[in-house]
């Protein structure tokens, strides 16, 4: 079974940076695609970053987070972290991990999923 679950999220001010972690356990990574999404309220669930699990150079970022964010993961713990830095208001989301065996920029498409931590930017 399929777990994802994510810590680290928080209040930060504006310009501030935080840490995300995603512990994924009960399937091979290996084979999947990690993805991070974000959802601010009233909004879309949105792509932020995502890379297959054996190609991490070949990572993706949302156009609203390249150069702030940094996607990474550790091999032998099998987890996942997305590094915000200059983090700005509209940041503010409810950040979720997910993964799937295919990469879509829809978050519909992904079958997998964290239950979320919430990122607050405010000064």
């Known amino acids: 079974q399929v777990q994802l679950v994510e810590s680290g999220g928080g209040l930060v001010q504006p310009g501030g940076s935080l840490r995300l972690s995603c512990a994924a356990s009960g399937f091979v990574v290996d084979y999947f695609v990690i993805g991070w999404f974000r959802q601010a309220p009233g909004k879309d669930r949105i792509l932020v970053a995502a890379?297959?699990?054996?190609?991490?150079?070949?990572?993706v970022y949302a156009d609203s987070v390249k150069d702030r964010f940094v996607m990474s993961r550790d091999f032998v713990k099998r987890e996942v972290y997305l590094e915000m830095n200059n983090l700005k208001i509209e940041d503010t989301a409810v950040y979720f991990c997910a993964a799937d065996q295919s990469f879509s920029n829809s978050s519909s498409a992904w079958r997998n999923w964290g239950q979320g931590t919430q990122v607050t930017v405010s000064s």
């Open positions: 890379f297959p699990w054996t190609g991490i150079t070949r990572t």
